[in-house]
């Protein structure tokens, strides 16, 4: 069982880039054409397998987004954060 954050804690914690969207955090990732955003979206499929989290990925031309939040524990919490800061390493 994992903790959910407070709104302050959310407000805090979440890293540059994201927003909050209700129960669930969200960052649009841009790239120059199609097939990166998919070598980025598997790159970080394979983070949350391993982190046995699993966030929503909707892949685009030139974008892909992703939602974090923690289905069992109805909200967001700092299993979100940690994966939302190793997505982002990923990006960097």
């Not at 030139?62 to 109805?74: A, P």
Request: hydrophobic share 35%; charged share 35%.
């Amino acid at each position: 069982m994992v903790d959910l954050l407070d709104d302050s804690e959310i407000a805090d914690r979440l890293p540059d880039d994201w927003e909050r969207d209700g129960d669930e955090i969200v960052r649009t990732y841009e790239f120059d054409s199609y097939l990166p955003g998919v070598g980025f979206a598997a790159g970080i499929g394979g983070i949350a397998e391993d982190a046995w989290h699993h966030p929503e990925i909707t892949i685009t031309w030139g974008e892909v987004e992703v939602r974090l939040t923690t289905h069992d524990e109805g909200g967001i919490t700092g299993k979100d954060i940690d994966l939302a800061t190793r997505f982002d390493d990923v990006y960097d």
